[in-house]
């Protein structure tokens, strides 16, 4: 077991974060941090509990500690979902304390050095870390790419047998994306709101380097076009997307792909049994509702592949694409023995 | 004033008509028509009156007739808001009887001789009328598009001094769209139905007749590819979309093709100030609940102009992309003394 | 092991038991019946599963059957998720032919000689069947609550020792209780529909049959008054409402009665550790997204207890409302030795 | 024509009170009052629009001012729509600069000397605005209840020919009452929060003010109880109520009061046709998505009278419960003559 702990736990994210490693068959969640305000009080007394499983009241007595390398000298790795403008900076101040990071925030993410991984995308990425330790650092930063982000690379992976260099993505995503309070009812309910700051942005870069190629020290970017156009829907959790992808193959070539599709890896206890689940006979899947906890939570469900090509994505946008996505790399990590 | 009548008049898109119709200064509303469960009965008894506009009193007491020619002689042109399976047949009659019809169906939108016409985008198609009379029939039949084909088409007009020949479409539509009773709230709520029976297919064939060319007694469709995908979001009124089509030309000179766009036609009672409202510096606009009712419903709103060339355009489904738009078809037909 | 079948298996309700029999520790779920349509086919081709939990994939080739006694010879109890209308009449053939009822519907509550039964409030009134069995019948019909009805009197069950006779309800109710299709989203979305028809006619009758007594053969209705006012509003799951009730006592008093409180039975499986949960330091609980899950929603829960005495109780309406409310009378009837 | 200003006129109630008094026929908007902010800044650059009416392009150059009444020398007349936090100390500061000062905050409202008024309900009590002069104040302040009081009263104004002493409300409450950035949607989606801080208190103490009688120089409130139950649910606008009253006549006779129902004031412009309105044949109305707009937001609807007595009460919380209940007491003002 590896001591690891979570830093911003009582946030959106931070909180799943708890609820993904309080019963965690390789770690051992020992300590919480979060700010000043909180820092000092037990855990139970200071997180307001907004998800809809339990409380695990085991770590409710666990006392808040401070965002600071010296306050979490038991753990060997942190789990960061802290907010980006505070992140860049602690996060680096961790990885030089000898910490292993595996954030979910975007600060660190397009850094030449900084692995940004799906596991079942692009796990030798991780070679990175060893760019940063030759750099002398004693810990290293891991990123997981930004929610949406997650979900088409994800859907894009059984695909990278056939050629395409130009891809469309118009996503509806959910309004949990922007944290407990970041959306206000009034401005949501019976309504779309076409624009989520800098969120075409990250998948348009993201994806490059995340389907590009480590060469030597190096993230060759893949050549590809990818444009981008970001809607918030009312939906609670579950990003969906509409993806056209130049692809000349066939319907049933693309299906059957999605059907043989092994991922890289296995063996990693927070990935789920179907990485992708390909809808191939009910045209009106995936559904955010209805699909998004398949493979609790960690599964990216495909359907309606027409000629085009054109398909729809949909994954749970806080736990696949974001803090399960940070659990999975940590334990890619621990399986390839970076720690 | 020109006796018009209303085919299907209790239903959601009939409603519409009716409010539309209640006050028009070129129109007597003089009969409703509806199913034989309601004929015979006054039309305040048998409507669910489910609009948010007040009932409109005067008309309460009009007794609801047979959907026959003969029930309906005193009128010149009836809208029709039947459902397609009915309007098929039941619209042929009323034209061979000599009167004009104004639909809202999708049964004949893509015959040869019957005109499928938005006012600011393609009124010369109005010609098609004398084809019909050609072949011998006393009355005629119009239609108006498909309710995101309309959306997309509009906010397209502006643009086609530009070369473009591919165009993308996601969809963002709202539940009216489908009728009052069309879409259960256990099916739509936190969620996203990515599929609406055949709407893609609608899009795909109605713009290129509707963008097309009066040759002769023909239209020529228009040379694009259109590719859509369709989603239902929880949203009461106002179709979103996404929208790329591949003009090489900036963002500042679509802008200003947005700008100085003027309709091809003017002084239509129903037609908006602005067919098409540019929003150029809120990034977050056009967004269904804030701006479905402007223009009284009529405008479609278009925004987020972005390099690719991506934008994203909103217009009320049942007023500018049903009833208001068959209505609009009329007072085209009228200033065109068809009738 | 039991065997046991469900009555009405692919809808809202049907859904519910064939997930909560899906594991059970007494029960094997070896029937499925539905309507003639799906009569004959596996469950899996026939059911459009519409739970959030993934579809249990061990019953999917279990072929559907005909909703008569003489196609269901293998089990002994059946669960009825039966629509009223045709509850009354084939729940009584079933009875006839030898078979325990667990019903859901609401045709059977009334009837002085059919148990209407919540476990943790009234587990002796299963005296009944006796009753039954000596007119003659050989299997036996037992009953739970409306859904409403059974979130009321859980919560006033700790309150029984205090002297009470007024009681006020409104209720704010999810769409789920209607079916899948029952509320059109059109109807429900950013709404109230003040109306759910016989609604407050079952709270007040029920209520006073289950907090009766069991005289002898006979059940002495409660000298209570109940006064309901029901309400739809747009939620998926679970029924909140605001009960006034005139107990004298302090608030102290009553939380303590709460936190004191020992339901008459213990040790059915689908019983959750604490019936009734009481929220003290949170002023804004229960809330059904929040707390519906509860004792995997078999909890009600309790909260806002002011001098009035007024309080809010909140439950899952399809699980501890319907579903689970009857597979727990079939554990009672099973401990009680009536099977 | 009368000079008002608008305090805290960028806000969700600011906003409606621009809307209602653009174009006003008494009175003549000149002044608009924000936080420091926005002072020196053009209306039209400051407001971020948030009603689905178009905004009132007119205004839109108007430069906002300072909070103070120095700024706003021509105006005789301010609403405030300010945070009760801060309206306290700055009305007060108004009405001793010499201005008529009518109010939407709750800081002054159970002062005795501050008339609580709902012009159809006690109109009479703008005669503390007299005793508010012999203190030596030279302009004066009226105030107008909480929204869901508002709503209350007049649904009861009609009954109070009737002899009633206890009054229970349970309300189901829309988030704009909360403001625009009130309430997070991850907060009030799929859910229901049973918790409005202060509000029943408001609802308790309002009602007897209202209600009571001004004898000489003082308010005697009403000899009733109130207890309320309020509760927030996912509706944008518009407060529905389930009210009891223990009135002992009978329904037939109920509905005749509210049918043969007089306000006590007529005349004034913003008030509607009908103050409140009665449903009698729906039994699924008032809903607030269908009813709220009723008289352009004025009139209260109220339904479902039921033996007990019970009944529902709708109204629009942010034009009937807030900026049009202010607005309606200035005209009330100057009718009676005080300005």
Wanted: proline content about 7%.
């Amino acid at each position: 077991m590896i001591n690891v702990g979570v830093l911003g736990a009582t946030g959106a994210v931070g909180q799943r974060f708890v609820e993904l490693l309080a019963d965690h068959p390789w770690f051992n969640l020992t300590t919480l941090a979060a700010s000043e305000r909180s820092a000092g009080k037990p855990y139970g007394d200071v997180v307001n509990w907004r998800l809809e499983t339990p409380f695990p009241e085991k770590i409710a007595k666990i006392k808040v500690k401070n965002i600071t390398p010296s306050a979490m000298k038991d753990v060997d790795l942190v789990f960061s979902a802290l907010p980006a403008e505070i992140a860049l900076d602690v996060e680096n101040k961790f990885a030089d304390a000898g910490i292993a990071v595996c954030s979910n925030a975007s600060s660190h993410r397009m850094e030449p050095t900084v692995p940004l991984v799906v596991p079942e995308v692009n796990p030798e990425h991780l070679g990175l870390i060893d760019v940063q330790r030759d750099a002398g650092r004693d810990g290293f930063i891991v990123t997981n790419p930004n929610c949406s982000t997650i979900m088409m690379v994800t859907a894009l992976a059984p695909l990278r047998k056939f050629k395409f260099t130009d891809i469309r993505v118009a996503t509806m995503q959910a309004i949990s994306g922007a944290g407990f309070a970041g959306v206000a009812a009034m401005a949501i309910y019976d309504n779309v709101i076409p624009y989520i700051g800098k969120e075409e942005e990250k998948m348009e870069s993201e994806t490059l380097k995340i389907m590009g190629t480590l060469k030597g020290k190096k993230i060759a970017n893949a050549p590809f076009r990818v444009s981008a156009s970001c809607h918030r829907v009312p939906v609670i959790d579950g990003h969906t997307m509409a993806v056209w992808v130049d692809i000349k193959e066939s319907v049933e070539t693309v299906e059957k792909a999605y059907l043989d599709y092994k991922p890289p890896i296995k063996g990693l206890p927070t990935q789920p049994k179907e990485s992708v689940h390909l809808f191939t006979d009910e045209p009106d899947r995936p559904q955010p509702r209805l699909d998004r906890m398949r493979g609790r939570g960690m599964t990216v469900s495909v359907g309606r592949i027409r000629p085009g090509l054109r398909f729809v994505a949909m994954g749970h946008n806080t736990i696949r694409g974001a803090a399960g996505a940070s659990v999975l790399n940590a334990e890619l990590i621990v399986k390839k023995k970076y720690l």
